[in-house]
């Protein structure tokens, strides 16, 4: 019989990853599904907090480096994806830890959204006029097509603001009105274990994260990716898109990196916000250690 999955949620740099790798670590039938629309791309390792080779060597992971970074990627996509490696685990027997921030792709998996159709043209046209006036203009036209889409995503989302407004032109419908809509949170088999740090705590987590990840080698990693070139989407992730500014000579580095950890702490507020709504995560307070923790709640779950 086919057993649900496990979600491991939270905010970014709360240990999600860590937890999940510690709970199917020595066992041989768990693996890990990364819910991380950013994860999907080669060679964006680093900004992402992509496993390590080894990691992945230790623990089967799936829905990573699924396309390259001059690709777009869309949730429908995603979810595509998710079914094939799900139905793959499954057949096996074994069990799948869903683990990443993402929000709507998590939710799009486990509640199986009715994700609407996709209109390229369309979105090629908001995307040129975006560029051409600003998101903000945008957000406004949103607004008064779908007040409750525009509420749901900051003005100067470019990437969001064009789907939702794509949607709304293209199939007639409010772009909010898929699916049961994500203010409702229908019973659902999948376990979700949710990492909860005081927000201090988590801040200054933040910071150390991004100081190690330019210690790894990011600036190295997003020169090389901007050479290449990168998709509309891709080029949105946090940290390259500051790097990539400052590559084009557009600001500092110091002004690049306090702004990715500006924007990191920000994206991590929406996290917990996002999360925080669905009545079904079981929230596990983290003071000091999230694998110490948190892993007894995960395992109790895997072997329920």
Request: glycine fraction near 8%.
């Amino acid at each position: 019989m086919t057993r649900a999955p496990i979600a491991v949620v939270g905010p970014t740099a709360s240990g999600k990853s860590s937890v999940a790798l510690a709970a199917a670590a020595g066992r041989d039938d768990v693996e890990l599904i990364s819910v991380d629309s950013m994860q999907v791309y080669r060679g964006m390792d680093i900004g992402t907090a992509k496993p390590t080779r080894a990691e992945r060597d230790r623990v089967r992971h799936h829905l990573l480096d699924l396309v390259d970074p001059t690709d777009e990627f869309s949730v429908t996509e995603f979810q595509r994806a998710y079914r094939a490696a799900f139905a793959d685990i499954a057949e096996r027997g074994h069990r799948a830890i869903l683990v990443g921030g993402t929000g709507l792709y998590h939710r799009a998996v486990i509640d199986d959204l009715d994700v609407p159709g996709e209109w390229p043209d369309l979105r090629r046209r908001l995307s040129d006029e975006a560029d051409t006036v600003g998101p903000e203009r945008l957000h406004e036209r949103l607004a008064l097509l779908d007040p409750v889409a525009a509420e749901r995503m900051e003005a100067t989302n470019t990437r969001r603001i064009v789907r939702a407004l794509e949607v709304c032109e293209g199939s007639g419908r409010p772009f909010s009105s898929f699916g049961p809509g994500l203010d409702a949170y229908p019973p659902s088999t999948v376990r979700q274990i949710g990492l909860r740090w005081d927000r201090a705590v988590l801040t200054e987590r933040i910071g150390q994260r991004v100081r190690q990840m330019m210690d790894a080698g990011l600036l190295d990693e997003a020169r090389v990716l901007a050479d290449a070139g990168l998709s509309k989407t891709a080029a949105q992730a946090l940290g390259y898109k500051e790097l990539l500014a400052h590559l084009a000579g557009e600001t500092s580095l110091d002004a690049a990196v306090a702004e990715i950890v500006l924007r990191t702490r920000r994206f991590a507020v929406r996290q917990l916000r996002w999360f925080g709504r669905d009545p079904r995560v079981r929230w596990v307070d983290i003071e000091h250690d999230p694998v110490a923790e948190a892993l007894p709640v995960v395992r109790e779950a895997l072997d329920a």
